[in-house]
């Protein structure tokens, strides 16, 4: 397989097509670049979350996040503003969805946590959500999870850090945290 080029490249484009079209299966790796072009700022880019805000990696730091009510609190509020929930996949995700409806995508493992490969309409069955999704909560104690509108709308109704209506635990977006292992069965 070529090396990759810059993306203005034109031969390294072109030569990147003729691989996929050659191709009668293929593997994906997605990152925070394609979301970009969809509104979502990427996390250690120059105009990165982190980049612009070091304080804010807290909020994805296990340890912190579960001693630092404050943490929790600011986390939640942040969640409500995210443009994670309000983003429109893009020309990359629909063109990924194109490869899988040809029949030659064969896994789409995505490290973005956005959710936009599936609403693009790449299939649940073919793309692993490595870092998880903000699309959904889960109780750290009990592993409970359930869609995350339910608990902003709690946030909302003035919960600023609402706990796990199962066992009373904490809860946080079903994404893989700094100090958090991947899950097995996603690897």
Known sequence: MPEAADESDPKAIETARRVLRSASSVAVLTGAGISTDSGIPDFRGPNGVWTRNPEAEKRSTIQHYLADPQVRRDAWQIRLESDMFTASPNDGHRALVDLERSGRLHTLVTQNIDGLHVIAGSSPDNVVEIHGTVHRWECVDCGARGPMEEA????????????????????????????????????
């Open 152 to 187: 902003l709308d709690r946030v909302r109704a003035g919960d600023p850090d609402p706990p796990c209506l199962i066992c009373g635990g904490i809860m946080k977006s079903a994404t893989i945290m700094f100090g958090q292992s991947l899950v097995a069965a996603d690897l």
